[in-house]
């Protein structure tokens, strides 16, 4: 050993005074650590063989046990040998921050997880032998899965699980609701006791009634529960939500009537209840109890100005909703009909005329331009309003065509289905006691079945082609029409875009007169006004072009509206016979096919006729032998 270890084992050993004192203690703790660690080791191997220890005498046992609980407890008169005062007692805020998360072993939900929890939750239901083995499950047809007290941290892989309906994921380490937008039909969820951050990914899940988010770390409620309408029962207890104007969110819940809300820090305010009830108030329970419709009054008398203030506001939104509703319905239709973007049509054919834009800084111009606007907006206007009436006429043109073809068919159907049942009466009657020339008449009946089947179907054929001919022409009339009143409504648009520029000649005159009768009139214009006025030619020059721009857009747009109307027509007409078509071809192959299926079973029968005949011959003739042989 070196004399430089010799001095740190020195050092190490005869350390003096306060040192000395601390080292014995440090060694006095390992010892009693060490103690602890061999007894804790102890406790495993005798709770292993717990079998064997109970064989043993009770009395030994016993005794043994509580020599070694003795020896592992400190000296309760000994503060040296106290295990408060070698180890200083953790705060609450410090085991607080002690994440149990942290403490489990993390599962990802896999198919076994799945199998095996679908398992145990119809060994609950049904008796022992009647559960299948995790492999024999359809998951498809599970409608219930509990996933509680698995250590999942992550939801995911629940594809395939459309038809879930209850779904629980309770005491597990989830931080956040992600991967259940495939979840549709969902109507109860559990998510309890986790650790759950924000409210998310629950925008798909609109049938939702059950909702549990208890005991986790939601400080907001926000957006995250808007699409949830039909939501009774929400349980967002225990958690960390602190201001009242999150509780008044829930408002917008109608059907909600059960909420539970204790232990969030919110619930200490002394206005929480009231504010509750008072915003909340379709209410049935909170927080586990009825509620009494006196306190929901006296809540409501409490916050009269602001519920007041809250259902004028509400009143406003539903309106602006309703309207903005039909907006969409009619920009919808439009959209069917070919006339989405008609309704911005000043704005593409002004917006983008360049020389229009530079006439825009002549003083004034902005009225004329006004003027064109409300000319071309009435046009357009009135033009929709045509094309949405004769597309509803279209579409009660289009059902009545199609609730006629349907009756017809129907009512040919009605007479092959009489065929039919006529000859397996025949047939039925005829194979009970099959005989030969039964058998070779009823098969010439198939064949004729074959044909009176083949005439019903081109009777109805031809029916059917009559009336498609006749929705037809009415529908072509009316498309025609329609057309008819597009090419006039976008002459009128032509010809406001023509009075536009007369009426910009005329007022670039009436500046020109202006500042030629008063010098003075011109000294608040710009220069570029003013130069601009000057040069007579180019003023018409720029204003004849911005007209020529305007008329080649609409006639644009006229050619696109008119081009939708006629391929509405045609594709409607030509889906209508393809599927007249289609549907002819598939009755051809049924009736092919069920005559072929009646004379194959006409022939089997006569085989077996023939076969039966055959042996009884045969059993005659070895009879007879027999007879002769013993005569």
Not at 97 to 122: C, F, G, N, P, S
Not at 140 to 157: A, E, K, M, P, Y
Not at 255 to 271: I, Q, Y
Not at 455 to 482: G, H, L
């Amino acid at each position: 050993m070196s004399q430089r270890d010799e001095g740190n084992d020195a050092s190490k050993w005869h350390r003096g005074g306060e040192d000395e004192e601390e080292d014995a203690e440090y060694q006095h703790d390992a010892e009693d650590e060490d103690e602890d660690v061999l007894s804790d080791e102890y406790d495993d191997e005798y709770n292993a063989h717990e079998g064997r220890a109970a064989e043993e005498d009770d009395e030994q046992a016993s005794a043994h046990r509580t020599r070694r609980r003795a020896r592992r407890q400190p000296n309760s008169l000994d503060p040296e040998s106290s295990g408060a005062a070698r180890e200083p007692k953790e705060a609450p805020e410090e085991a607080a921050l002690r994440d149990k998360r942290w403490l489990v072993q993390r599962r990802v939900i896999d198919e076994a997880m799945i199998r095996e929890a679908v398992r145990e939750e119809l060994f609950a239901d049904y008796d022992r032998m009647y559960v299948p083995e995790p492999d024999q499950i359809n998951l498809r047809d599970v409608t219930t899965l509990i996933l509680s007290f698995r250590s999942v941290d992550c939801i995911n892989n629940l594809h395939g699980f459309e038809g879930l309906v209850k779904l629980q994921l309770d005491n597990n380490v989830i931080e956040r609701i992600q991967n259940l937008e495939r979840l549709v039909n969902l109507q109860w969820l559990d998510l309890s006791f986790n650790f759950i951050t924000s409210i998310e990914g629950l925008d798909r899940l609109t049938k939702l009634t059950d909702l549990s988010l208890f005991n986790n770390r939601i400080r907001t409620i926000g957006g995250g529960l808007d699409k949830l309408t039909n939501l009774n029962v929400l349980s967002i207890g225990n958690n960390e939500i602190t201001e009242l104007d999150q509780l008044r969110l829930l408002r917008k819940f109608k059907n909600l009537r059960v909420l539970t809300l204790k232990g969030n820090p919110v619930c200490a305010e002394d206005d929480c209840r009231h504010t509750v009830l008072a915003f909340v108030d379709q209410l049935k329970y909170l927080d586990y109890e009825l509620i009494d419709p006196r306190q929901v009054k006296e809540a409501y008398d409490k916050k009269m100005e602001l519920i007041l203030e809250l259902r004028a506001k509400e009143k406003e939104e539903a309106e602006a909703a309703a309207v903005a509703a039909a907006a969409a319905d009619q920009r919808a239709e439009l959209q069917r009909i070919g006339m989405e973007g008609v309704d911005t049509l000043f704005d593409t054919i002004v917006l983008h005329d360049k020389d229009l834009a530079k006439l825009t800084v002549l003083p004034g111009a902005v009225h004329v331009l006004s003027v064109y606007r409300a000319r071309v907006e009435g046009i357009v206007k009135e033009l929709q309003e045509d094309a949405l009436l004769q597309y509803r006429r279209k579409r009660v043109d289009e059902a009545a065509f199609r609730a006629a073809k349907d009756k017809m068919i129907s009512a040919n159907v009605d007479k092959l289905v009489s065929l039919i049942q006529a000859f397996e009466h025949r047939k039925k009657v005829v194979f009970r006691a099959p005989q030969k020339e039964a058998l070779i008449a009823l098969k010439r009946a198939a064949v004729e079945l074959s044909d009176q089947l083949m005439d019903v179907e081109m009777r109805t054929v031809k029916d059917v082609n009559q009336i498609v001919n006749e929705f037809a022409e009415v529908y072509t009339r009316i498309s025609k029409d329609a057309e008819g009143r597009i090419s006039k409504c976008f002459s009128l648009i032509t010809e406001a875009a023509k009075q536009c520029e007369r009426d910009l000649m005329d007022h670039v005159h009436e500046l020109t007169e202006k500042m030629q009768k008063d010098d003075h009139a011109a000294e608040s214009w710009p220069q570029e006004v003013v130069t601009l006025i000057s040069d007579k030619d180019a003023v018409s020059t720029l204003i004849s072009a911005a007209h020529d721009f305007q008329c080649a857009q609409v006639l644009k747009v006229e050619e696109d509206v008119r081009s939708g109307e006629e391929k509405g027509t045609d594709g409607l007409l030509k889906s209508v016979q393809q599927a007249e078509y289609a549907r002819n071809r598939k009755r051809v192959g049924e009736i092919y096919e069920l005559c072929e299926k009646y004379i194959a079973a006409i022939n089997e029968q006569g085989r077996a006729l023939m076969a039966a005949k055959a042996a009884s011959v045969s059993t005659t003739a070895g009879t007879a032998a027999g007879g002769a042989t013993k005569g």
